[in-house]
């Protein structure tokens, strides 16, 4: 006998017993129409046997065969050992699991041996709700259960959104005495290496199995906190008709199909029974796609956060689970925003497909392209028209166009450029003012809502946000300007005043450099001594954003994802020394020609440490340089600005550099909150 109970899986049958009075009865017809769908998914009973001397019972699994309607056939689920328990043991009823309800099943025992089981099946059997919400069995989950340091390792036999049973055993020395039951435990579930969930839970009753021992364990927390709270977050949007999410559940391997209360480009409101719901705060969910009708489907991974009942007293109540998107292909998050920005204003669009011609017509008509500015692109037009075809084909990795557009005209535009690694450059900024002044305030609103939107994901790549602007542009010195000045916090968005001129490299020979000056690429240690420098100079956060601290020397990953969508970009880091000090340091960033139409991407930034090191050799330092450009030829930002007055170096305009660390949005929003709040609202 003893060998048996080795042998064979015995099932608990406490919990399964656990069934309210009385129950209802249920016809011949239904119970062979359940037997006949446990078959098709190979599914299994529960055999209740019992001693009849010392009156204890235990369950055991079989699996029934094809039924026509008078008998049942059944095969064991396990049948070594089976020989020496049917001797002690005598049959006592089947029990069919399912869902949240059991069916209790009397039949005619005709034959039972160690291949199987025959019955002659009742014209009606008892149903019985057990449980509220619908138990699934596990589907190869494992289970880490850990309460101070002692470790516990099992199996996910059963699953609900509130609570889960796993059946395992413990590494010695560690004993199950170790794992105090009033006391909670973290809970891990795991598929292969992939962590599924993480969290604590109530240790509800614990069993001595035949392999270990068996928990049932009931979630302390029904939400999650997963990122730091935003006072400042989007308006998820109820859309008609309203998406559905479809994912193959991870812990029990089952497709699940929901509709959306509302969706928003962080996250969505998932809608489900009680009785059936599958949704546990805190589950990730590796692979979930998001489909609206016409067939369009996004693909993403999502963690859900909250579990709410709503309805209470009805007989069937409402779940409503937030869900936060973790991760998504960069492309699937543009054509979400896309729709969102829409369901949000009808005239907003995000990387719309746009007719270059009308945009080419609205940059110049709104004097975006001056003559000045004209002057010095108009000898690579062509080479221009191609990268912009480009730029707003095909290429949401790197850059992003909001556009304002009524009736085919565009009325406002704003673009983005990727152009460090976590760090994206605003420009392009243009509207057609004398139609409505509220296109430029709305891209504006566009980019600001996208950038509240991405900030926790890695795919976004996006710490940083910065732009160039002249000191006397009244807007971008009121919107971005005014909030650096009234925050005062250098680290958290900086101004740094840069000259703005135009190098032209001689195509002479080399010239001959003064003794003990030369100009070699940037070290780990230059790098070190330029953030002592701008430290005590700006104490801003253009090293950080422009990717120039020291161990960012390298061949970074951005310049290859250009490459790969057709794109120029090439970065080179110069340190001018003499005798080995460290007098001004050169950035030279090489792209497409027009990739940004003040060319502030194809330029060189001199930061200048020694302010009285001699303009000649500034001079000397940008020949060398104005290799890496076409006709040598080539923008030059300098800092500080007040260095070329000292020198009396000519420069034909100032830009302010300014730079946004993300961190601080919400200050940002508060301040633009306040900006652009007419006097009705605020009365």
């Known amino acids: 006998m003893d060998q048996a109970y080795k042998s064979l899986h015995l099932v608990e049958v406490g919990a399964e017993e656990d069934l309210a009075e009385g129950g209802k009865s249920v016809g011949k017809s239904y119970l062979v129409n359940r037997l ?5 998914q190979d599914r299994t009973l529960l055999v209740h046997l019992r001693h009849p001397c010392y009156d204890n019972a235990i369950s055991l699994r079989a699996r029934p065969l094809p039924c026509a309607g008078e008998r049942l056939d059944c095969t064991w689920a396990e049948s070594a050992g089976l020989a020496q328990l049917l001797k002690s043991y005598r049959f006592d009823y089947l029990l069919i699991p399912d869902g949240k309800k059991y069916l209790v099943v009397n039949p005619e025992l005709l034959t039972m ?13 008892r149903e019985f709700h057990a449980r ?28 609900t959104p509130l609570s889960l049973r796993a059946a395992g055993n413990s590494d010695p020395p560690a004993t199950f005495q170790w794992i105090n039951p009033e006391a909670a435990v973290n809970v891990r579930l795991c598929q292969k290496e992939r962590v599924l969930y993480s969290g604590d839970f109530e240790i509800v009753s614990c069993s001595v199995t035949d392999t270990g021992r068996c928990f049932v364990l009931r979630q302390l927390d029904g939400a999650i906190h997963r990122f730091k709270n935003k006072k400042h977050r989007n308006l998820r949007q109820q859309l008609l008709p309203s998406p559905n999410v479809v994912f193959q559940h ?3 391997d089952k497709k699940v199909n929901l509709k959306l209360a509302d969706l928003s480009g962080t996250g969505f409101c998932a809608e489900e029974s009680e009785g059936d719901s599958v949704l546990m705060a805190g589950m990730i969910i590796p692979r979930l796609k998001i489909s609206f009708a016409r067939g369009l489907s996004l693909n993403c991974t999502a963690q859900v956060l909250s579990r709410n009942v709503t309805g209470a007293g009805a007989s069937e109540r409402t779940v409503k689970c937030g869900v936060a998107i973790l991760d998504m292909d960069i492309r699937d998050h543009v054509q979400l925003l896309a729709v969102l920005h829409q369901a949000a204003d009808a005239k907003s669009y995000v990387g719309a497909e746009v007719d270059l011609d009308d945009l080419w017509d609205f940059f110049f008509e709104t004097g975006f392209i001056y003559p000045g500015k004209y002057a010095h692109f108009q000898a690579n037009k ?3 028209k191609s990268t912009y075809a480009r730029l707003y084909g095909n290429s949401p990795q790197i850059a992003r166009h909001f556009i304002y557009l009524e009736r085919g005209i565009i009325l406002g535009h704003l673009a983005m450029v990727r152009f460090y690694q976590n760090s994206w450059m605003i420009h392009h900024h243009a509207a057609r003012k004398a139609v409505t002044i509220k296109a430029g305030l709305a891209v504006l609103d566009q980019v600001s809502n996208y950038l509240n939107e991405l900030g926790n994901y890695y795919f976004a790549h996006l710490r940083f946000v910065y732009c160039y602007y002249r000191p006397d542009n009244k807007f971008p010195s009121r919107v971005f300007g005014g909030f650096a000045r009234q925050l005062q916090d250098q680290r958290a968005c900086s101004l740094d005043l840069f000259a703005y001129s135009h190098f032209q490299g001689s195509l002479t020979e080399a010239p001959v450099w003064p003794e003990s000056w030369e100009l070699t690429p940037s070290t780990p240690f ?31 990953q951005l310049a290859e994802e250009y490459r790969g969508l057709g794109f120029k970009k090439e970065k080179y880091c110069y340190s001018l020394h003499k005798q080995g000090s460290l007098k001004a340091f050169i950035l030279v960033n090489c792209t497409d020609a027009g990739f940004n139409m003040a060319d502030l991407t194809n330029c060189v930034t001199l930061l200048i440490l020694d302010q009285s090191l001699p303009g000649e050799l500034i001079k000397l330092s940008l020949e060398r340089v104005s290799t890496h450009y076409q006709d040598r030829e ?17 420069y034909d305009k100032a830009y302010l550099l300014w730079i946004l660390d993300l961190g601080h949005s919400d200050e940002y929003f508060d301040y633009c909150a306040g900006l652009f709040r007419s006097p009705k609202k605020t009365a």
């Open 250 to 252: 991870p812990l029990i």
């Open 526 to 556: 230059d790098l070190s001594e330029l953030a002592s420098f701008y430290g005590h100079a700006s104490g801003g956060l253009l090293l950080d954003c422009f990717d120039l601290r020291p161990g960012a020397v390298r061949q970074d």
């Open 113 to 125: 041996d160690e291949q199987g089981m025959s019955f002659t099946l009742p014209i009606t059997c």
């Open 132 to 159: 509220k919400i619908r138990r699934h069995p596990g589907a190869g989950i494992s289970v880490e259960l850990n309460q101070h340091g002692a470790l516990f390792h099992g199996e996910l036999i059963d699953f």
């Open 634 to 650: 080539m923008p030059v930002l300098s800092y500080p600005l007040d260095y070329l007055e000292r020198q009396s170096i000519p």
């Open 36 to 40: 006949n769908h446990m078959n098709f």
């Open 382 to 384: 062509e080479e221009i």
